[in-house]
């Protein structure tokens, strides 16, 4: 059984940066960041590989938000840089042995997730 817990949210100003963290118990394979906005669908933000730490961004992000992990084992950190309302969004952290990237049906676990709220 793989268990994600996110912490790091919570309420900041417009312009500000966020790290969020995902601790992965158990086998920690390719980890993903998710999103979910006030009244939208969930959105793949950020991706991560196992074995490999490679990086993937979908395009809305790119440039400011960067995602990392030092080892398979190490937790998987998002750096949220110039935020702005438009982040505000539920983020959640998934597990997946198959994607790094989009498609959300292909992660097996997921986190609880935590708010991040952006005040302007």
């Known amino acids: 059984q793989v268990h994600l817990v996110e912490s790091g949210g919570g309420l900041v100003q417009a312009g500000d940066s966020l790290r969020l963290s995902c601790v992965v118990s158990?086998?920690?394979?390719?980890v993903g960041w998710f999103r979910q906005g006030p009244g939208k669908g969930r959105e793949f933000v950020a991706g991560?590989?196992?074995?490999?730490?490679?990086?993937f961004y979908a395009d809305c992000v790119k440039g400011r938000f960067t995602i990392s992990r030092d080892t398979a084992e190490a937790p998987v950190f998002l750096q949220i840089d110039t935020l702005v309302p438009e982040d505000t969004a539920i983020y959640s952290c998934?597990?997946?042995?198959?994607?790094?990237?989009?498609?959300?049906?292909?992660?097996?676990?997921w986190g609880q997730g935590m708010q991040v709220t952006v005040a302007a």
């Open positions: 998934a597990n997946s042995k198959k994607t790094w990237k989009k498609p959300r049906h292909l992660y097996d676990y």
């Open positions: 158990g086998r920690a394979y390719h």
């Open positions: 991560i590989t196992s074995p490999g730490s490679q990086p």
